[in-house]
């Protein structure tokens, strides 16, 4: 029977392998037929005008952080509601502290006026 870290070196070194492989293979075997119409940015569908560089506000990093942050708590909020019974006090007091924490970032963004778009 192998070991617990011999398993997870045996599967870390296969994702890495794997990851390699997948990054590298369309590289030699993918077909190569450059021209100008291939090396053009493509905007679904839509031809492009204007410098693609250009800048974005920071409203919107900062708009699809916010989302980020409450996706990864219903992340979260699922499990624990699923345990809950089983929990306790503990567990309750805990994502009490959790949604409180989340609350006020909510208020910092709302205060901040981050969640409109101008």
């Known amino acids: 029977m192998p070991t617990p870290i011999l398993v997870i070196l045996v599967f870390g070194a296969m994702a890495v392998v794997f990851g390699m492989v997948g990054a ?12 100008k ?8 569908g839509v031809v492009e005008s204007g410098d693609p560089w250009s800048a974005s506000r920071v409203q919107f990093y900062f708009f699809a952080l916010i989302f980020l942050v409450f996706d990864v708590e219903a992340l979260f909020l699922f499990p624990w509601a699923v345990i809950f019974k ?17 609350a006020l970032g909510w208020g910092f963004a709302w205060r901040t006026r981050s969640l409109e778009w101008e």
Do not use: H, I, S
């Not at 119409?37 to 679904?44: L, P």
């Open 86 to 102: 089983d929990a306790g006090w503990l567990g309750f007091w805990e994502m009490l502290v959790f949604l409180g924490v989340l």
């Open 24 to 35: 590298l293979l369309p590289r030699f075997v993918g077909p190569r037929t450059p021209g």
């Open 37 to 44: 119409e291939k090396e053009r940015a493509y905007e679904c």
